[in-house]
């Protein structure tokens, strides 16, 4: 299959996406994949200190957080002197689950994502923010990548559940089911909770790699809830992009999201075409709220 997709065709989509704004990234030296060298000497001694401002506050707040699979990997992963050398860590992560770094200029195209995704290869933004956005970024950058999801890459079957994402995503492109499939990322990959014996962890990279989100999440009595996840029901369910969420998922194990992504999805793609999608804040008759919203 044809994976590339033209550089002019994507910053067109962005462009009109974004009503005209650019894409922060190097776009010019690229490989049909979008793939870059990580220049990793040309990054600054300032960036490497902000970097390090960044690690700390955020590791800071992971124990009784975040789930033990995060903080043991990040603990192993030891990068909290600098930005990090992808190839190092993509070695180690190779030899742990067979997936592989790779850098990119910044956000790109949902085809060449989910490619990379389906070969095991995650893509990770190589320039960092500036220090005015240290606790709220638009576009994701070298720490949210890094940082948020690449700790969980070194888990078994999570990691697995990602390249079975990724083929779904290729699939769900010919089905026309692209909202719904980018949904569960975003609740799951993104934003989602699970449920350990000593109570509810964080697993999700927008919310480990956020300053505000990692304890708000866990609050009760804020407007946000938790529920149990239901794929089908996740797959209807908006999201919010600008502010935190209002409802986290809450999962068992990896493994429900490894088993529960398993069925062919294009009978529920075609079910929920009929379907109206549910606000970011629904709950439905019969779930229950496992931190209640006020
Ligand atoms: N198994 C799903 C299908 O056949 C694809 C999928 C994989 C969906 C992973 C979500 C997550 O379409
Ligand atoms: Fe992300």
Redesign the pocket.
């Known amino acids: 299959m044809d994976t590339s997709v033209s550089n002019e065709d994507f910053l067109a989509t962005v462009a009109e996406k974004s009503n005209g704004a650019a894409l922060r990234g190097d776009y010019q030296h690229m490989d049909a994949h979008y793939v870059v060298q990580q220049d990793w000497n040309a990054y600054t001694e300032a960036e490497h200190e902000l970097w390090r401002k960044l690690y700390q506050r955020q590791s800071a707040l992971l124990p009784g957080r975040a789930c033990d699979e995060f903080i043991e990997a990040l603990a192993k992963m030891d990068i909290g002197a600098g930005i990090p050398v992808f190839e190092k860590t993509s070695k180690e992560l190779f030899a742990a689950t067979g997936w592989t770094i790779v850098a990119v200029p910044g956000l790109i195209p949902e085809l060449t994502f989910f490619d990379h995704l389906a070969n095991r290869r995650f893509p990770v933004t190589v320039w960092l923010r500036t220090p005015e956005e240290f606790n709220y970024i638009v576009e994701p950058d070298v720490f949210h990548d890094f940082f948020g999801h690449v700790p969980l890459l070194f888990n078994p079957v999570f990691a697995d559940?990602m390249q079975?994402?990724?083929?779904?995503?290729l699939?769900?492109m010919k089905?026309g089911?692209l909202d719904e499939?980018a949904r569960?990322?975003w609740y799951t990959v993104e934003f989602g909770l699970i449920n350990t014996p000593v109570g509810v962890r964080i697993y999700g990279a927008g919310i480990l790699s956020s300053g505000g989100e990692v304890e708000y999440c866990l609050t009760p009595g804020t407007k946000s809830r938790h529920i149990r996840l239901d794929?089908e029901r996740c797959l209807r369910t908006l999201y919010k992009i600008d502010s935190y969420q209002e409802t986290y998922f809450v999962i068992d194990s990896y493994q429900q999201?490894f088993d529960?992504?398993?069925?062919?999805?294009?009978p529920?793609?075609e079910k929920l075409k009929s379907m109206d999608v549910l606000p970011a804040n629904s709950l439905l008759d019969g779930e229950v709220e496992l931190l209640p919203a006020q």
Do not use: E
Request: proline fraction near 4%; charged fraction near 10%; aromatic fraction near 20%.
């Open positions: 559940y079975r994402y990724g083929q779904g995503g699939k769900a089905l089911g499939l569960l990322y794929i999201l529960g992504t398993a069925p062919d999805f294009t529920i793609y």
